[in-house]
């Protein structure tokens, strides 16, 4: 006859009352997140996109979000290198930047080329259902054009303001421009080197707390 293993019921009730507290103790952690970070960590999960409403107030994490979100964003990916994010206490910036595979402006000119019309409307379509503010600047490298009559302060503040009326007539509400600034060649990406193209650029702020 053989032996009945008594003992067996003990160790399945143990297992299952060790999931039980494993369950509530989950359950606990996450009731203090925020829908938003939620979102982001079970996209790490699954490896979907993450697709969450960003019209209630972000909090502390808010920055950190939005910039996982921008990095997600397909429109901006596809851009690669023209596009640089960023995030701060207050908010994320978008540096739309020049490269030798896509320049962003006609040369010597505050004029908007056809890929840095798109990619101005790239960004425009990744925050248009976002409900923050935004600042518009411009920037430029440290050459002057030989013998041109308009300055890089004259330049960069064209070029923000052609970035704007870009997002506009994309759709971007004009009432979320709060700012459209040219700062000439006085704040490069790299400091000490403002003679790279890459400063040839728009900035982008986007404000999460005005």
Known sequence: MPTRKTGTWKLAYADFLTALV????????????????????????????????????????????????????????????SVQLSSDAT?????????????????????????????????GASLGALPYTISIEGHTDAFSMAGAVTSNWELSSQRANEARRALEAAGFGTGRIIAVTGYADTRPLSAGQPHLAANRRISLQVHLAD
């Open 22 to 81: 494993a369950f509530f103790l989950l359950m606990w952690l996450v009731s203090g997140v925020s829908k938003e970070d939620r979102a982001v960590i079970a996209s790490e999960f699954t490896g979907k996109p993450v697709s969450v409403s960003m019209t209630g107030d972000m909090g502390a994490s808010g920055p950190a979000t939005l910039l996982a979100l921008l990095q997600d964003a397909q429109a901006l990916k596809a851009a690669g290198e």
């Open 91 to 123: 908010g994320v910036r978008i540096e739309l930047v020049d490269t030798a595979s896509r320049p962003l402006f006609e040369t010597g000119s505050g004029a908007l080329t056809p890929d840095g019309k798109a990619l101005i409307e790239a960004a």
